[in-house]
């Protein structure tokens, strides 16, 4: 009997093996050092938020090149460009800017610049692309990830609800951030309640994602289908997002966030923005939510729904119930407040 041949998986990673494992430490030590971070000990500057930032970009990175994508080249070399300019920048405009300093802090993102610039290597590994043939099984594939007919469906929108409330309430700090160190105009309260209790929800962020999923979606995969390709679809999906949040957002301004008789809105005021409506939308924001619903639609819905679907049937329940009782659990820690009689 012959002996089972190897598998034949192409060139070795080489180094990239070790990039991988340098991305893995990191995640792994700035996961740990934020456990240990206790409310109130400590502030959200400029180099923690980048920190975050390039936790998310590692763990792409190992997942790209886990998958030899060819993506994985022109990722890691434009993220770790913004990374080499943010840093440069930031440090110029504060007064902070050192030169050895700075190359310091920028040599790892120095060297996957250069890395994946020029050598061999990652041309000759990372050769994984969208075909034209691949979109169109893509395409074939997303509309198995939206079954509005059965419960599997439902229960996965929602975990993502109940996921998607705390997620929003984080992306809703991070912006704010933007705001208060004047990266984009408009206002923010000091004093509102996204500055801590970072588990308490915020359910209309979880209701957009249950919107992206259920409503968004199938119109990113029509698109795909009727104009073909990712370009022409991803910027039409783009537009109808957009209308679609600015539309979302003053129905709720409108119901909900009527000026008083002083004229102040009691939850959020675009009138000072420009290419506002109302002082109930903007230009500025509409852009955002809408980049955000794509970006949801495209990547972060089917990414997680796929993972979801490849989980045994027994294990999504457990996971749903877990979920549930996670959700409850901050709902009567935030949400419901009940005072007993004394």
Not at 37 to 60: A, I, K, P, Q
Not at 72 to 89: D, E, K, L, M, Q
Not at 306 to 329: D, G, H, N, S
Request: aromatic fraction near 14%; glycine fraction near 6%; proline fraction near 5%.
């Amino acid at each position: 009997m012959a002996a089972p041949q190897p598998i034949n998986r192409g060139p070795s990673l080489g180094f990239m093996r070790v990039i991988q494992v340098l991305f893995a430490i990191n995640i792994i030590a700035v996961l740990v050092s934020c456990a240990t971070l206790r409310s109130g000990t400590y502030t959200l500057g400029f180099s923690e938020v980048l920190d975050m930032v390039n936790l998310v970009f590692d763990g792409v990175s190992f997942w790209l090149i886990m998958q030899r994508s060819r993506g994985a080249r022109y990722w890691i070399i434009g993220f770790s460009a913004f990374n080499i300019a943010a840093g440069t920048i930031y440090n110029a405009a504060t007064g902070q800017f050192n030169v050895l300093d700075q190359l310091g802090a920028s040599a790892f993102d120095i060297v996957l610049l250069l890395y994946f610039l020029f050598a061999k290597r990652p041309r000759q590994v990372l050769t994984v692309e969208f075909t034209a043939r691949r979109c169109k099984e893509l395409v074939v594939r997303a509309w198995d990830l939206w079954q509005p007919r059965t419960w599997s469906f439902w229960r996965s929108m929602i975990i993502y609800f109940c996921l998607f409330s705390i997620v929003g309430h984080w992306m809703e700090a991070g912006f704010c951030l933007f705001i208060k160190w004047g990266i984009v105009p408009g206002i923010y309260d000091p004093n509102s309640g996204i500055w801590h209790d970072y588990l308490n929800p915020f359910p209309v962020y979880g209701a957009g994602m249950v919107a992206c999923a259920v409503l968004l979606f199938p119109i990113k995969n029509l698109l795909e289908e009727k104009l073909g390709g990712i370009a022409k679809p991803l910027v039409a999906s783009f537009i109808v997002n957009a209308l679609v949040c600015a539309v979302i957002e003053l129905v709720l301004g409108l119901t909900s966030n009527m000026p008083d008789a002083n004229g102040v809105y009691p939850l959020w005021d675009y009138s000072t923005m420009p290419f506002n409506f109302m002082g109930q939308i903007c230009l500025q924001n509409t852009l955002l939510f809408g980049v955000v619903a794509t970006l949801m639609t495209w990547v972060v819905y089917p990414a997680l729904q796929r993972e979801y679907l490849k989980l045994p049937e027994p294990m999504r329940q457990t996971f749903f119930v877990a979920v549930l009782v996670f959700y409850a659990i901050v709902v009567c820690l935030y949400v419901i407040n009940i005072t007993l009689p004394v």
